[in-house]
């Protein structure tokens, strides 16, 4: 499986801001962490690659340069929304734009919290492009979360390294918990809620990070092996965050025969090996705090409740509609077109598996996630299944085709 995707964000971004340089084992090649690494260059990091192993040569926290023209997100809503919280405390100004996907995305939800740090953000209609005048004398908030969003959770907190006294970000709802894991901060429970603060200046030595392999794009190989008959399938090494594996849990429920063997820590993060054998899948609902800690693996979930016997329904996952495209829609439009038993809320869908589907001519509405989750699909159904722009999958997954073609051989 590739390097993960958000740690690996993190890991360039953290790099940058720290004092000297940081080593990144296992970067991945796909185009979300790409685009961080370009905008990176772009503010006057330099890094390169030699054996696998990418330097990352950081100038502290006050050691970035303001770029020459707009910083190129591409589709990562990650690059745009992180890179922002550090962005707000500089003393220059900057534009971040992203490619038609990500600049109908809303970025209010980091445009709000960072005015009240005393940033001037402007966006257009609440996208992007982002226009940020740096303020090197932030004053430091608590902000309630109003959207369970990690991406919104980190903005704020790495904003809090440049504002004065305290910022402290509370989450009603878990998301994944990178940014804290990475910086070290402390996390304090009360009642359902987490509470996680940061100080002006918090100490990132450089160090080395070594980026573990991506539940999410496991994700897609666990729905495979179960769903394909006579199947067995080994992912080695593949990051098992609580904060982000809860779809494994909601998998082995419906009856997927996972094994989690070697359980070990890499990297300050749980890793394990996944063995999936074919399985007889039943039906299953989420909802509530459950969809913050698997949602970009709803795509293959439904994928997965199309072959499962019953009902599936999947509610509270609004967050869908604003992702890389409208995810609910996608989804619903495609398994529909394969013959798909699919009922759509405004907050989820329901589908009623267990009769067969048909291969069919879908679209991926340029989402990588709806590429490899209709490819999954497509291994199963009787016929053919043409995906278009099936290259998007390399947003996040570059091999994914060539691997799925190799285990469906
Ligand atoms: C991510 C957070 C999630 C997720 C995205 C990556 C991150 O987005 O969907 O793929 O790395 O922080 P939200 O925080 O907007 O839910």
């Given amino acids: 499986m590739p390097p993960d995707k958000s740690i690996a964000h993190r890991s360039a ?23 961080t690494l370009s905008c990176l260059r772009q503010l006057g990091i330099e890094h390169e690659e030699e054996d696998g192993i990418l330097y990352v040569h950081g100038k502290g926290l006050n050691g970035l340069q303001a770029p020459n023209k707009p910083l190129d997100c591409g589709n990562s809503g990650t690059t745009m929304r992180l890179i922002s919280g550090i962005l707000a405390g500089q003393d220059f100004d900057s534009t971040l734009v992203g490619d038609p996907s990500l600049s109908k995305r809303p970025m209010a939800r980091i445009a709000n919290p960072l005015k009240e740090m005393g940033a001037s953000i402007e966006l257009t209609e609440g996208h992007a492009p982002v226009h940020i005048k740096g303020n090197p004398d932030l004053q430091g908030i608590t902000y309630e979360l109003p959207v369970a ?3 919104v959770k980190s903005c704020v907190l790495l904003a809090g390294l440049y504002a004065a006294d305290e910022t402290t970000v509370i989450e009603s709802k878990s998301s994944r918990d990178h940014t804290e894991r990475m910086l070290g901060l402390s996390v304090f429970s009360l009642g359902s809620q987490k509470h996680i603060s940061i100080r002006k200046g918090h100490r990132i030595p450089a160090r080395t990070w070594s980026v573990p392999r991506d539940f999410s794009a496991a994700a897609f190989f666990l729905t495979a092996g179960c769903i394909v008959p006579n199947s067995e399938l080994r992912l080695q090494g593949v990051g098992l965050n609580t904060t982000r594996s809860a779809f494994l849990n909601v998998l082995q429920a419906m009856g997927g025969q996972i094994t989690i063997e070697n359980e070990r820590e890499f990297a300050g993060e749980p890793i394990a090996d996944l063995v999936v054998r074919s399985s007889s899948l039943n039906s299953v609902k989420v909802d509530g705090e459950l969809v913050p800690i698997l949602i970009d693996e709803v795509p293959i979930l439904s994928v997965a409740a199309a072959f499962a016997s019953g009902r599936t329904e999947i509610r509270d996952a609004h967050e869908l509609r604003v992702k890389e495209t409208d995810r609910i829609d996608a989804m619903v439009k495609n398994l529909r077109l394969m013959g798909a038993d699919v009922e759509e809320f405004e907050d989820g869908l329901a589908i009623t598996g267990g009769q067969p589907l048909k291969g069919a001519t879908v679209d991926c509405y340029d989402d990588h ?16 299944t043409t995906i278009k722009d099936a290259h998007f999958a390399s947003v996040s997954f570059p091999d994914f085709w060539d691997q799925l073609d190799e285990m469906a051989a």
Avoid: C, F, K, W
């Fill in 149 to 151: 969003s990690a991406q």
């Fill in 13 to 35: 971004l953290l790099s940058a801001i720290s004092e000297g340089t940081s080593q990144i084992v296992n970067y991945p090649s796909s185009a979300d962490p790409q685009s």
């Fill in 369 to 384: 996630r709806i590429a490899m989750a209709m490819g999954i699909a497509g291994l199963r159904a009787q016929g053919e």
